[in-house]
């Protein structure tokens, strides 16, 4: 049976050829977070291939482009490539002697490379490559593919249906590199708001072979509208997930992509810090609940966050602090301010206890947290996310949101996201109609973090374990355009 040649193959052919210029280059994001998100940018221009600025470039991969070379004759052609389709061709009309001395020319560069006068094309964007090894660091978190959101996929368990936006994947072996044939075991969850002692119901689990195999430990029914019902193993094959590793590394389906443009490493002097400890906090209970049934009863991270958050300097009209912990949550704090241009800027907060009573440097107290970090990405560009809200607001979505102490007028918030009941309407514009821009940060509280050490003890394995994250949680942000704040302590 016919099969698609390695993405590194077609690679190996475009640099092995004698490039007159280049008109058009494609690439594709690597880092998908969800709809609203750019997918596949387009470059145009003669000599384009000379002006791509690393900001272009950051976390894509290269994916097609036209170009014009020499061709068998001496003569010029264009033609063109597409690497992960395998697809290379030339647009000439010649007679059917010269297709096959081009034919024969082609195969022998793809068989037997060698670089051509011009150099490499590209050198500086990934390239996707067909892997059957895993990457020597640990995997970090795996996200579903953003197209099978908002197409009427749910999940059918125990006799209960979810739909597809609120399942999870979770990567259980994550504590160190992978085994050369290890398989990376994964399970789908969703919220539990049944009660009980789990946050999450585990709905299936599966195995992730590094051959690309796929081996369910039991069936999952997948329903799409009025079509056939599908196994949830068979979704994820044909829509791979996107799985992160500790060096920026991200594997799709069957094709690895090397982070070889990743950005500078994570500024360790931007940690903003607290005082947490003098603060009467206890960093290892991070809810009101944990706190209170310690003895003596002690401050908890959430209270201690919401006075910071309360304190800090308002940069829009408005400001509403919102706390939405629990299982399902869009962050533990959201932080909603609208700006004078009409945007709306957004900050969620991830708060994660510590591993011990004092701060120090743990990359254990980092591990959880930038995982989810880097899955709420997607909530910045989620058209529903203002609807979704509103929801949380009014209890008709889990978990519910709660306006903390000291945010505006609550009765405002409400009008902007369309669920006043009672009263007088105000004349403002409602989101969920008007759908503003919105931009923000991703924020991270681990008191657990002592900025002074991080920085005195750079070359430590816990040191440069959290740089690692930090990084890889900054390149996947601000290729979506957010910025990063992390809070941790001073001592």
């Known amino acids: 049976m016919a099969q698609y040649i390695a993405p590194e193959r077609i690679d190996d052919y475009i640099n092995s050829l004698e490039r007159i210029s280049v008109s058009a280059i494609g690439v594709r994001n690597t880092n ?24 272009d470039v950051n976390r894509t991969a290269l994916g097609h482009g036209n170009v014009q070379v020499v061709f068998t004759d001496g003569t010029s052609i264009n033609g063109g490539f597409a690497v992960e389709k395998a697809k ?4 000439r009309y010649l007679p059917l002697r010269h297709y096959a001395e081009w034919i024969e020319d082609a195969a022998a560069r793809i068989w037997f490379p060698s670089i051509g006068p011009n150099g490499p094309l590209l050198p500086g964007i990934d390239r996707g490559r067909l892997f059957d ?12 593919d953003p197209k099978t959101f908002g197409r009427s996929y749910s999940i059918l368990c125990n006799g209960k249906e979810y739909p597809l936006e609120i399942v999870d994947l979770r990567l259980i072996n994550i504590d160190t590199p992978l085994n050369e044939r290890e398989a990376l075991i994964i399970q789908a969850t969703v919220p539990n708001h049944d009660g009980g002692s789990n946050d999450e119901i585990i709905i299936w689990e599966g195995q992730l072979q590094p051959t690309g195999n796929l081996i369910s430990q039991s069936p999952l029914e997948v329903r799409h509208g009025y079509a056939s019902s599908i196994d949830f193993a068979d979704l994820l094959i044909n829509n791979p997930p996107t799985i992160f590793f500790l060096d920026g590394t991200t594997i799709i389906g069957r094709l690895l992509y090397e982070n070889t443009q990743s950005g500078p490493e994570f500024p360790k002097d931007s940690i903003k810090i607290s005082d947490w400890i003098a603060s009467g906090v206890d960093i ?10 310690r003895n003596p009863p002690v401050i908890s991270i959430h209270e201690h966050l919401e006075s910071f958050l309360r304190d800090r300097p308002k940069i829009g009209t408005n ?32 708060a994660k206890f510590a591993n011990g009573k004092n701060p120090s440097v743990r990359s254990t107290d980092f591990e959880v947290v930038i995982a989810q970090a880097i899955k709420s990405r997607r909530w910045f560009k989620r ?8 929801k949380r607001i009014t209890g008709d979505a889990h978990p519910r949101a709660q306006i903390v102490e000291g945010s505006d007028d609550e009765q405002l918030l409400r009008c902007h996201l369309g669920i006043v009941d009672n009263g007088e309407p105000h004349e403002v514009a409602v989101w969920t109609h008007t759908f503003p821009n919105v931009r923000g940060d991703i924020c991270i509280a681990q008191p657990g973090l002592s900025k002074s050490l991080f920085i005195n003890e750079p070359e430590s394995d816990a040191a440069r374990s959290i740089s690692q994250l930090l990084t890889t949680l900054s390149d996947t942000a601000q290729a979506d355009a957010l910025n990063i704040v992390v809070l941790g302590s001073a001592e």
């Open 284 to 293: 290892t209970a991070e809810t009101r609940g944990t706190a209170a049934k």
């Open 383 to 390: 058209r529903k996310l203002w609807e979704e809200i509103g």
């Open 133 to 144: 090894t895993w990457p020597d660091t640990p995997p970090l978190v795996a996200e579903m």
């Open 319 to 350: 400001r509403w602090i919102l706390q939405n912990d629990g299982s399902g949550e869009i962050a533990d704090y959201i932080v909603i301010e609208p700006l004078v241009s009409g945007e709306i800027h957004m900050a969620l907060w991830h």
């Open 32 to 55: 998908p977070a969800g709809r609203g998100t750019v997918g596949y940018r387009n470059f145009m221009g003669s000599g384009v291939d000379a002006g791509l600025r690393a900001v």
């Open 88 to 91: 290379i061709w030339m647009t």
